[in-house]
């Protein structure tokens, strides 16, 4: 299999400052793009199948990456890459329950899709974002590596693929709970 470096996933809430957006079904939270993207990133899965006519690899059985503090699992993902120079990975697909983890934050959901170019990492149906004790539940998170806004709505939380309510699901809204901390009075 041939070396591949997977450049810059990063999320961090801070303080899961929510925005108010006015339209009742989207909440942006603020995220930091300050992960080592030029750090190793090690794969560990049950199958790891490189298909390099297609200029992919396909991982399989538990899988998990990591990189500098930052770990994504799920059952199955694929690496898209392209070879100009040197393999140059593009693009991470993560099905069957995926989980993004960072220090005390995690972002969950059904499906995620990193685009490194872009440094946009999607996730979607059943989403959930926590830190510490807040919790945003929606339908899809947005995480944009370069602005660092992190933004999640109802759009894909009330329809599974196969057109039925998806179980947990929020019906289209964006709910949450934030801690307040106890104030003396």
Do not use: C
Request: glycine share 14%.
């Amino acid at each position: 299999m041939k070396s591949m470096a997977i450049a810059g996933a990063s999320f961090a809430l801070t303080g899961l400052a929510l925005v108010s957006t006015g339209a009742g079904d989207t909440a942006q939270a603020q995220a930091l793009a300050n992960h080592n993207s030029s750090a190793p990133v090690d794969f560990a899965a049950g199958s790891i199948e490189v298909q390099d006519r297609a200029d992919r690899v396909v991982l399989a059985g538990d899988v998990r990456v990591t990189q500098a503090g930052l770990t994504v699992t799920a059952p199955r993902m694929t690496v898209a890459y392209t070879r100009s120079g040197g393999t140059d990975v593009n693009r991470l697909d993560a099905t069957g329950g995926v989980t993004v983890v960072k220090g005390d934050e995690r972002a969950s959901g059904n499906v995620a899709i990193y685009d490194l170019d872009r440094r946009l990492i999607t996730m979607v149906g059943n989403v959930q974002l926590t830190q510490r004790g807040n919790r945003l539940n929606g339908g899809r998170l947005v995480i944009d590596l370069n602005s660092g806004r992190a933004t999640v709505d109802g759009r894909g939380a009330a329809r599974g693929p196969d057109g039925n309510p998806v179980q947990g699901g929020t019906g289209g809204r964006v709910t949450g709970t934030f801690t307040v901390p106890e104030r003396k009075q």
